[in-house]
């Protein structure tokens, strides 16, 4: 007779096999966004901001709650990459190992998401805590997440674990061997990979290492910025949806529609646009063109009159230029990747 633990093994693999664990692309998509907004709000509480770093670890890296709450202030360590932009490497202990083959994992936190780590370290370091977070296990910890969620309509049914069995399948998906897919988990075995790749349903080519330079994740950029519209249904829409302003010193318009309209929203627009859920970008890539010229135009205003780069109107254009590129990709890519 089977005992507990196997039968459990057993319903395991089984669900890995059904893919039964694998978040949507919708619920990544929704996830990716609610990272990108929380990395440019000034205002969220200290909770939130745990809750922001939680969902990261877990989205990005496919760490357990009990690997990220082991974490203290001298995990996370902060260098100037070659552009001169701040990076972050944490350092998690690899879990359910046999005592005397413990070794740490070390994971580079995507480029955008740093300033969320950098937020929480600031705040440990400023209550003179040791320990990174200060939830105390790993209901709290993603209940965090899940109110981190709420504040930007995003509503988390993922659970920590079903996001570690995401990431590994995705790994699997876009192509990543036995050894990768181990080294993702934190495995001392490669057993685990095989049933990952077993579930494929595809061979890719090998992602990129930046989760912001991937496949994967242009696809959920794609779907987190909505649908594109063509210059005649921007032209039909109310003249309220379409969005144009001063961006520089240029006249932009004809970039997309607001579903919501321009008079409610409270940022400026265009350059709060490229992102935002509620935006739809415009077939017209020279629209696109003009708005990344125009955001050039401040860029270096901004630098004549010395403005710092850690300003959030910097910050703000510079995700914005990186957004309005993204669309001009996705326009270039359409007809290959919609048919």
């Not at 997309?256 to 709060?272: D, E, I, R």
């Amino acid at each position: 007779m089977d005992t507990f633990v196997k039968e459990g093994l057993r319903q395991n693999k089984r669900s890995i096999g059904k893919r039964e664990r694998v978040a949507s692309v919708d619920a990544q998509a929704a996830i990716v966004r609610v990272l990108d907004a929380a990395a440019s709000e000034d205002d969220l509480t200290d909770r939130q901001v745990e809750g922001a770093v939680a969902l990261l670890i877990t989205y990005q890296h496919g760490m357990r709650p009990v690997q990220a709450l082991c974490l203290d202030v001298t995990h996370v360590r902060f260098f100037r990459d070659a552009s001169d932009d701040l990076a972050c490497v944490l350092s998690f202990h690899a879990a359910k190992q046999t005592p005397g083959n413990e070794f740490e994992l070390l994971r580079q936190v995507k480029p955008e998401w740093v300033p969320l780590v950098a937020r929480l370290h600031a705040t440990a370091l400023a209550h003179g805590r040791q320990r990174l977070f200060n939830a105390t296990g790993p209901i709290t910890f993603w209940d965090r997440a899940v109110v981190l969620c709420k504040r930007f309509s995003v509503q988390l049914d993922s659970t920590a674990r079903s996001l570690r069995h995401t990431g590994a399948q995705t790994l699997a998906d876009a192509g990543h061997d036995r050894a990768s897919i181990q080294a993702f988990l934190g495995h001392k075995s490669a057993e685990a990979a095989s049933h990952y790749i077993r579930a494929s349903f595809k061979q890719a080519e090998l992602i990129n290492t930046a989760l912001g330079a991937s496949k994967l994740y242009n696809s959920l950029l794609d779907i987190s910025t909505g649908s594109f519209v063509s210059a005649d249904e921007i032209q039909l829409a109310p003249e309220d949806q379409q969005i144009g302003a001063v961006v520089g010193y240029r006249l932009v318009a004809g970039v997309g529609l607001c579903k919501a309209g321009q008079s409610s929203c409270a940022y400026n627009p265009v350059t709060s646009c490229y992102g935002c859920p509620k935006f739809m970008p415009s077939l017209d890539r020279e629209s696109h063109v003009e708005a990344i010229e125009g955001m050039r135009d401040q860029v270096r205003l901004y630098l004549k009159q010395g403005i710092s780069d850690e300003t959030p109107a910097y910050r703000q254009l510079t995700r914005a230029l990186a957004g309005a590129q993204q669309a001009l990709t996705l326009i270039d890519d359409r007809p290959k990747n919609h048919g």
